[in-house]
């Protein structure tokens, strides 16, 4: 049985706080205290942190949700195992469903109803999955990015477990999925430029700019990472999150080109310039990644910033045109062929768009509405 302590220690982040200091030797990302960015962070006193979060309780704009139903287009599994090779749909956020050598292989999956450590507070989707969870094909494997909520959602990964091969994590991340239950053997760590190849498809972790945890004193106790996964002559680029750096440019002379990248777009914020990109700068790792089709993802599933839900799509849109890149923007659930991607519709100016919410800590903490309240 697990002891009070234990249980708490988790909860707190105190267990994986010294599993990070443990990795130390190991990585020349760890400082001997935390895992850290190539980039120093700007100082940020807990005066912004706490206006930061006051804004996004209290001085939300209008507009961060939609008002209408997302055009999401709905799967089955047998749709899936009928599909060819080299298919990819975004089932959300950060989600994404590769069929790669007749396998598939899941990126950052999160099909909980919010992006939060608590099923009633937090976040809440503004979509379903385009498959339920129970649906889903086995997974060759699952990829992981960073261990934040709206990346890693526990009870999806522990749902995920019985049918899936390996889980490819940074380093720190495979260990809170033993600690969550997950058979070790099925777990793999690695650092920035270290990878495995995978019957055939080779991924490898690459560097991002960001940072991790999930609660009180876990900060930084676990590694970040973008991915590369290359397949015969097709390759890809999986962002996770992270913020414009040099090392776009490196991953791109290392292993690029890139059939297509995979970039978040969603999320950013001025106030918050170091750890997510603004779309201008989610073009310009495109190109300096030397990309060919770019998909902009972490946008159209959750209210994480101050930005009206569909700029992001409206704004690298513009951009891609301005510069002369290929963009593709699949609905939700929509098939994408890696080997030949189209560049789907501007599907989000079929919503409509929401009314300013009410400046209250309700707004952003979404309690249950009177819908959820009724069926409860």
Known sequence: ??????????????????????????????????????????????GKTLKIMWNMIFHKPGGTMPAGALPVQTLTREQLEAAPDRSVYRLGHSTLLFKLRGQFWLTDPVFAQRASPFQNLGPKRFHAPPI?????????????????????????????????????????????????GIDGAKVRQFDWWQGANVEGIEFTATPAQHFSGRSLFDGNSTLWASWVIADADVRVFFSGDTGYFDGF??????????????????????QWPY?????EETVQAHVDLRGEWLVPIHNGTFDLAMHRWQDPFERVTGLALARGVTLSTPRMGERLDLAQPHRGERWWREVAESAAPPRTARRWFACRDAGEARSS
């Open 132 to 180: 339920a969870l129970a649906d889903l094909p086995p997974l060759r494997g699952v990829i992981l990015s960073h261990d934040h909520y709206d990346h890693l959602d526990r009870e999806t990964v522990l749902a995920l477990a019985a049918t899936t091969g390996v889980f490819l994590t940074p380093l720190g991340v495979g260990d809170r999925l033993i600690e969550w």
């Open 275 to 279: 750890v997510h990109m603004q779309p």
């Open 249 to 270: 440019r490196t991953i791109g002379e290392r292993l690029g080109p890139f059939d297509a990248t995979f970039i978040e777009t969603g999320a950013y914020d001025p």
């Open 1 to 46: 049985m697990t002891s009070p302590f234990a249980s708490l220690s988790r909860t707190l982040g105190l267990s994986a706080a010294q599993r990070g200091r443990e990795l130390s030797h190991t990585s020349p990302q760890h400082d001997g205290e935390r895992f850290r960015n190539v980039r120093p962070r700007p100082a940020e006193g807990f």
